[in-house]
């Protein structure tokens, strides 16, 4: 079982990480935000990871998508914190 500090310190991390990323224009901080996120990923509860990336493999990590998976990440733990609430 996934705590519910778990869920809510990825929650507050992301959503955080994910506002400042979705309206920066500065590309450095951009690659800054990947960087933190993917250094985050790596010592995540791994079963809160597995849920959130819903069986993408480079769930965060992959520059490509990474826009797209934050969006995704924040909107999942958001619902997760709502079911344990």
Do not use: P
Not at 25 to 44: F, L, N, P, R, S
Request: net charge negative; hydrophobic share 35%; glycine share 2%.
């Amino acid at each position: 079982m996934i705590s519910k500090d778990s869920i809510e310190s990825a929650y507050c991390f992301i959503h955080q990480k994910w506002r400042v990323y979705k309206f920066s224009t500065i590309d450095w901080q951009k690659d800054d935000i990947e960087y933190a996120i993917a250094q985050y990923v790596e010592g995540m509860d791994r079963q809160l990871y597995t849920d959130i990336a819903n069986g993408k493999q480079d769930f965060l990590t992959d520059h490509s998508t990474f826009a797209k998976d934050m969006q995704e990440a924040e909107e999942r733990l958001e619902k997760f914190l709502n079911v344990n609430q």
